[in-house]
């Protein structure tokens, strides 16, 4: 936690809506009282399908003014159980790096630092039981957000209702809290 | 006809937003009257969310239009300009390089014209991320022009611009720059204003007769920017348009001052941000997102004991040299960074070599090292610029040059290549 600013990076494929992520988590943060946050999405040639780096940072007293990628992350969302075969990204994890992964089986940490803390959520599931999916697969961002709220307690599910109102309108807002809902209530830590 | 009234309801909010979206929200702000849009990366969210503005009646009366090209872009503004309107555009990269031809015209005209340029390398290799060296190539057109640091300062930069350039001594085209990607796709919170407040600080939009030099009238045809034979007044309006923006300095600085009573924001003198320079005795010359960070490496080299400042340099067209002279004086050593090219120049970075070229004759005996980092958005991370700052500490330790300048200029950063 360099200079009391929270790390988060995400690691997810083309098309897993992490990008979304990164700036609703930013957006969650600041709401719930945080004094700064920033959304970093890396862009590049994106493809469905190909690894995506994406990250945020934020801070509850001091205002964030680096624009660099995260390198030692506090916490990291991972969209993709099969990104943990990619040596960048599993080398990525660092000690101390609390991730939250979106599987339904448990994880093979043979190769991960020792001293991590891993939860489970299956966000996966959990929009496919509530049709939340896009022509490019299920939308994981909100019920990933839901699960990282609830194991770290940055923001609720107040604010989630909030935010997404604001965003995506009220049509949307019961179905994205339902899954957010879901995964706030089955998240569990490995 | 384009309508005059628009009606935009708009409380003081903070939003986390992009900062292609803050640029949009300042020309809703400023009740642009008429928005020209062409896309291309990283710009295109800026004019997609003046598009969604538009459509969605948040910016009554306010014309949109899509023309083929960017070199359209700049051509149907400037109509629109000379007609009377307060106009916006945006663009990056590429698109600037082909709107070059009408960047001139604009200047030439004395056309108060507003641009966002989410700035991009040059092609060929395409590329697409932050490096100044798109606006930097419209440098001697006549247009002004800044570089921001944070996404409020995009917002904020946009509003102060309108300002500085309708005003009647001066009524001349400026690009608001920032780093494509670095500010344009990344999110941070940002105020924006109440439109009352706005309203407020910019000047009125023009009325129907259109701006006071141009009288612009179709019952009393005229033309304008006709041939004109050496004899006739060119070389004049060249003088005039050096002249107006050598003067525009006290301009921006008393826009800067006034946004600061109205607002409660600053940005240093308007030309300059200075930070940690009192006491320095290394200093670096730094512009863009670049700045920002470069704060956080100042502050953490203070914390380990040493005398380093910065200079944020946010005018590069009019060229604070009053400013750059005073704090070269300040220290013993001083960096320019660049994150752009000036290929062949005597330093090959565009500000670097303009900072030395202002320090002659002056007797002031800093050491100035020309720098480049960034260069096609590689990424500069904070650690890489407390390197920065070391190396300028080294210089004064020593008072030798590092051993691995290419042509007196150190590429930091760059792939050792054969």
Redesign the interface.
């Known amino acids: 936690m360099a200079n009391g600013i929270i790390e988060i990076s995400f690691a997810a494929r083309g098309g897993q809506t992490a990008v979304t992520a990164s ?1 609703l988590l ?2 969650f943060a ?1 709401d719930k009282g945080f004094k ?6 890396i ?1 590049g040639a994106e493809r469905r399908g190909a690894p995506i780096w994406a990250f945020t940072k934020i801070s509850k007293n001091k205002m ?6 995260v390198v030692n992350p506090n916490y990291m969302l991972i969209f993709d159980t099969s990104l943990l075969e990619i040596p960048n990204i599993r080398n990525s994890i660092k000690e101390g790096t609390i991730l939250l992964i979106n599987s339904n089986k448990p994880i093979d940490n043979t190769n991960l630092p020792k001293n991590i803390k891993i939860y489970l959520v299956d966000a996966t599931k959990i929009c496919i039981d509530n049709s939340f999916m896009l022509s490019s697969g299920p939308i994981l961002n909100i019920p990933m957000l839901g699960a990282f709220g609830k194991i770290t307690g940055f923001y609720d599910l107040e604010v989630m209702e909030n935010i997404i109102r604001d965003e995506f309108g009220e049509k949307r807002l019961s179905k994205n809290m339902k899954v957010a809902k879901d995964a706030f209530n089955s998240v569990k830590e490995e | 006809m384009i309508s005059k009234t628009n009606n935009i309801i708009q409380k003081r909010e ?1 939003k ?1 937003i992009k900062g292609n979206v803050a640029a949009a929200y300042a020309a809703k702000s400023a009740r642009v009257q008429m928005i020209s849009a062409y896309p291309i990366t ?1 710009q295109t969210t800026v004019v997609e969310k003046l598009s969604e503005f538009v459509d969605g009646g948040e910016m009554p009366g306010t014309q949109y239009i899509k023309v083929e090209s960017e070199h359209s872009v700049m051509a149907s503004v400037i109509g629109a300009s000379i007609a009377g309107t307060r106009t916006f555009t945006a663009t990056s990269g590429q698109g600037l390089f082909y709107m070059n031809e009408m960047i001139h015209w604009a200047a030439g005209t004395r056309l108060p014209i507003v641009t966002a340029i989410a700035s991009r390398g040059a092609a060929p290799p395409w590329n697409i991320w932050a490096d100044f060296s798109d606006v930097i190539n419209a440098r001697d057109t006549g247009w002004m022009s800044a570089f921001c640091a944070t996404h409020q300062e995009i917002y904020d930069e946009i509003l102060m611009s309108y300002k500085v350039c309708e005003d009647y001594d001066v009524l001349l085209p400026k690009f608001v720059a920032y780093g494509g ?3 344009s ?5 940002v105020i924006i204003e109440d439109q009352d407040l706005v309203d407020q600080y910019l000047p009125p939009l023009p009325d129907e007769k259109g701006w006071p030099q141009i009288f612009l009238d179709p019952e009393r045809p005229m033309m304008h920017g006709n041939l004109i034979m050496p004899s006739g007044f060119y070389s004049e309006f060249r003088m005039k348009i050096q002249d107006t923006l050598m003067k525009t300095k006290d301009k921006i600085k008393i826009a800067s001052k006034e946004f600061e009573k109205t607002f409660g924001r600053s940005y240093g003198n308007g030309l300059i941000e200075e930070f940690n320079m009192d006491d320095a005795d290394v200093g670096i010359i730094i512009y863009g ?1 670049l700045a ?2 470069m ?2 490496a100042v502050e953490e080299l203070r914390e380990e004991g040493y005398k380093v400042g910065m200079v944020k340099l946010r005018h590069y067209r009019p060229f604070p040299t009053e400013d750059i002279r005073k704090i070269a004086k300040k220290v013993e050593v001083l960096g320019v960074m660049d994150r752009a090219t000036a290929f062949g120049s005597p330093t090959g970075g565009p500000v670097s070599g303009d900072v030395l070229s202002c320090l002659y004759d002056t007797g002031i005996t800093t050491k100035v090292l020309p720098m480049m980092a960034g260069i096609g958005g590689r ?4 650690v890489q610029q407390k390197e920065e700052l070391k190396t300028l500490i080294k210089i004064k330790e020593t008072g030798e040059l590092p051993n691995n300048l290419i042509h007196g200029t150190l590429w930091d950063g760059i792939l050792e290549v054969k």
Do not use: G, M
């Not at chain 1, 964030?64 to 990628?69: E, F, N, P, Q, R």
């Not at chain 2, 796709?185 to 919170?189: L, V």
């Open positions: 700036q930013a957006q600041y700064d946050a920033i959304a970093i999405p862009i964030i003014k680096t624009y660099d990628s | 903070t986390i990283p990607f670095i500010l796709h990344t999110s941070k919170p997102d920002l960070q704060e956080q990424e500069v991370t904070l």
